[in-house]
């Protein structure tokens, strides 16, 4: 009867102690997610934090629900690589005042010279290269994706889109012009004067 008791105890401590190891890191997950400092909110401009991200990859991550006000850094700890089974932390940043996190730079940026914030997702890949020696941060087509997102760069765009077609409808009527011109009889270079 006391060796089973013994094992009881044993077996009842060995579960507490897993509970709690679980526990714990169930609550280290997310033990910086969303953890900011007083006044982020009247920072930011938010009204209301909406606390709406979590971590699925490793990396920076704009917070789209947010406004790209605040970005989420993404962790994996206590798995494999290629485990199913990855569990992230997340530690949670508000940038500055009238700025916004651009994905495409990781850092925040005055919102004027930052890609939307809608644009965000399309450059999450980027933190696949984090700690990739081989490979370039951006690429020129990284740049361009981003350039091009930006609205101001697609107005500009636009604008040189517009003068491209003008400036080519332009020659087709100067050509046409000049081939009916080669049509009429040319005066001799005498007659010019």
């Not at 947010?66 to 989420?72: A, L, R, T, V």
């Not at 990781?106 to 990739?132: H, M, Q, T, V, W």
Request: some cysteine.
């Amino acid at each position: 009867m006391i060796g089973t008791t013994k094992s009881s105890i044993f077996t009842a401590i060995t579960i507490n102690t897993i509970v709690l190891v679980l526990f714990s890191l169930i609550k280290h997950t997310n033990a910086g997610a969303y953890d900011l400092p007083a006044g982020t909110l009247k920072q930011t401009g938010l009204t209301e934090l909406k606390r709406t991200f979590k971590c699925e990859a490793e990396g920076y991550f704009a917070d789209v629900d947010n406004e790209c006000k605040i970005y989420h850094q993404c962790n994996s700890f206590n798995s494999k690589k290629g485990s199913p089974n990855i569990k992230y932390a997340q530690t949670t940043m508000a940038c500055g005042e009238n700025q916004i996190f651009d994905q495409s730079k990781f850092a925040c940026k005055d919102e004027s010279d930052a890609i939307p914030c809608e644009a965000s997702s399309d450059f999450f890949y980027l933190n696949e290269r984090i700690g990739d020696e081989t490979a370039d941060f951006l690429t020129d087509a990284d740049i361009e994706k981003a350039q091009a997102a930006r609205p101001e760069y697609r107005a500009a765009a636009r604008a040189r889109a517009k003068r491209r077609r003008a400036i080519s409808k332009l020659k087709k009527r100067r050509s046409t012009t000049s081939r009916a011109d080669q049509n009429q009889p040319q005066p001799y270079p005498s007659e010019i004067n």
